[in-house]
């Protein structure tokens, strides 16, 4: 393919805000919804023992992978591996990444769309006792409104993505990411004065080693890599955004560590309302949407509460989906010469119609269903979540620990951050521990694999 010259780069404003895009991308559905009802699932604090190790062991590493390959190339997924690396193979990986990245944002706008519908509904006044179970279904089996409200959100993602990097997506992820942090707080500090406190704390956050299965390990890895944007060049994409002087390392920590803090503060703020109004706390994904809305009506200042929880939700999921559309931007920008723009409208416009199935797949298509019964939304899901970003994930690993030579490597990490051996240590999980991980992660899910 001809390499067009295109427009200059941009770049970060600054080191903070790439944190905060990079957390904003980071922090999610993921965080918010997944891992809170799969800590729920799979025996509480055994699984969030777990997800820790999977953010250190696999986690942390492929996320400086991702940079190192981004801001040594300053190029979309594509181009980087492309440059570094002009074979038949390698800028495959890069491909897949930009397919992920188109197929889960089609379907996250999708629940995008209904945590908007939400805030409008609690605005409106309509969370009532009783009635949330009905009103979910009732809206699930409307095909007319379940577009409106994820073209809604994605009209919100590509207003975003279009105003670029400093001046759109860091300018809003530092106004909602401090602002979703607070309210975040805000909700915790009081769930955790609720009578259910104790025990929503001690669900979360005591371990339960005999409801941890081995469905749950896997479980809690998909999460870990899925939570921190990992395995289809977003962060590699926002790698490609830094300037030299950013330290890759201490900003992936930075980054790993808001990201879980934030996953378990929302465990913090759900289960103890849970466990106060005597709510089952395995219901599933129903929770977001069924669960705590019933919560919501029975609390006397619960249509606050629960207009405030959606606000936070979507401030959460939308820094998340302007990532995910800046990856497919950042390609044909890149590869094609587009201007922001162009890309921008168009691409989201097409993401937006891909999406429409998976919105579909509620009502008018739920008829059709494949792989054991999932809809089409479940299909994507799992497509993208249990096989894409963990191939991608394993080849990123590959790549970064034995492709490049430590002078490429080293040339974007050691230099100034060579404290406590970082980058030794780095090394080792990178190209031991990470991939092999990666590969039981795979294997085990394609069935390939089924002895432990
Ligand atoms: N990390 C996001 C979440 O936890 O919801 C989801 C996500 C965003 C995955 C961007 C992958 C990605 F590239």
Redesign the pocket.
């Known amino acids: 393919m001809p390499l067009k010259k295109t427009q200059k780069r941009e770049h970060w404003a600054s080191k903070f805000g790439f944190v905060l895009a990079a957390t904003g991308?980071?922090?999610?559905?993921?965080?918010?919804?997944?891992f809170p009802y799969k800590a729920g699932e799979f025996g509480g604090g055994a699984f969030v023992l777990v997800y820790l190790i999977a953010v250190i062991a696999m986690g942390i590493p492929v996320l400086i992978a991702e940079f190192i390959i981004g801001r040594s190339t300053q190029k979309n997924p594509v181009g980087a591996f492309r440059a570094l690396r002009n074979n038949k193979f390698w800028p495959l990986v890069g491909w897949l990444g930009v397919l992920?990245?188109f197929v889960?944002l089609s379907y996250?706008c999708v629940v995008g769309g209904w945590i908007l519908k939400y805030i409008f509904s609690s605005l409106t006044g309509t969370f009532q006792t009783g009635a949330a179970g009905v009103r979910f279904e009732s809206f699930l089996a409307s095909p007319a409104e379940m577009v409106f409200w994820h073209g809604i959100f994605m009209g919100f993602t590509i207003f975003i993505v279009r105003g670029g990097i400093s001046s759109g997506i860091e300018k809003w992820s530092k106004i909602l990411m401090p602002a979703f942090i607070i309210l975040l707080l805000i909700l915790m500090i009081n769930s955790l004065f609720s009578p259910g406190a104790e025990k929503g704390i001690s669900f979360l956050l005591k371990p339960d080693f005999s409801k941890l299965t081995r469905e749950g390990i896997l479980e809690a890895l998909g999460s870990a890599f899925?939570?921190?944007?990992?395995?289809?060049?977003?962060?590699l994409t926002y790698g490609s955004y830094l300037d030299k002087d950013t330290n890759i390392s201490v900003s992936s920590l930075e980054i790993a560590f808001l990201?879980t803090f934030c996953a378990i503060i929302a465990g913090l703020m759900i289960f103890p309302i849970v466990f106060t109004y005597n709510v089952d706390p395995k219901v599933g994904p129903g929770m977001f949407f069924i669960t705590l809305p019933e919560v919501f009506a029975s609390m006397p200042t619960g249509q606050l509460i629960g207009f405030t929880f959606f606000v936070l939700v979507a401030f959460?999921?939308i820094t998340?989906?302007i990532?995910?559309l800046e990856?497919v931007v950042s390609f044909v920008m890149d590869e094609f010469g587009w201007t922001r723009k162009k890309a921008d409208y168009l691409l989201g416009f097409v993401i937006f119609v891909a999406g429409i199935p998976s919105a579909l797949s509620f009502n008018l298509w739920s008829g059709f269903t494949a792989w054991g019964g999932k809809n089409i939304f479940d299909i994507l899901d799992s497509l993208a979540?249990n096989y894409m970003?963990p191939i991608g994930g394993f080849f990123i690993a590959i790549f970064a620990g034995w492709i490049l030579t430590h002078g490429e490597k080293e040339a974007e990490i050691k230099k100034v951050e060579n404290a406590f051996h970082f980058y030794d240590i780095w090394h080792v999980l990178i190209q031991y521990v990470t991939p092999v991980a990666l590969l039981i992660v795979l294997l085990y899910t394609t069935g390939a694999l089924s002895f432990f």
Do not use: Q
């Open positions: 991308s980071a922090v999610g559905l993921g965080n918010m919804w997944r992920t990245g889960i996250y899925f939570s921190l944007s990992l395995g289809m060049g977003a962060m990201d959460a999921a998340s989906a990532s995910l990856v979540s970003l």
